[in-house]
């Protein structure tokens, strides 16, 4: 089964920036990023197909931009101009097929990792 591992969460001022990084135990069609705050639901943040089809949240365009390593078998999600409202844990999640990069939603995705904190002050 599928092993995702993310890393590079922290805690940062408004306007500052974070780089995670998701590693992947093997083959996987698509990878998203999603996030989950308190007492909200969780949400699509973006996310990457084999074929390097990208899909963004509206919340996050021009702000965070994902790429990947082949070689490393990591993706990588860079988050600039970072606001109070990213405040959440953020979770790596993988996909079979399209359907996770399209609809960027939880139910499309059957492996997820243990997520990382981000945490961005006023």
């Known amino acids: 089964q599928v092993q995702l591992v993310e890393s590079g969460g922290g805690s940062v001022p408004a306007g500052g920036s974070l780089r995670l990084s998701c590693v992947a135990s093997?083959?996987?069609?698509?990878m998203a990023w999603f996030r989950q705050a308190p007492g909200k639901e969780r949400e699509g943040v973006a996310a990457?197909?084999?074929?390097?089809?990208?899909n963004y949240a509206d919340s996050v365009k021009g702000r965070f931009s994902v790429s990947r390593d082949d070689a490393k078998n990591t993706l990588y999600l860079q988050m600039n101009s970072l606001e109070p409202e990213d405040t959440a844990m953020y979770y790596c999640a993988a996909g079979e097929g399209y359907r996770l990069r399209h609809y960027l939603r939880p139910s499309e995705a059957n492996s997820w990792g243990q997520g990382t904190q981000v945490t961005v002050s006023s």
């Open positions: 093997g083959y996987i069609y698509s």
């Open positions: 990457m197909d084999y074929g390097g089809n990208i």
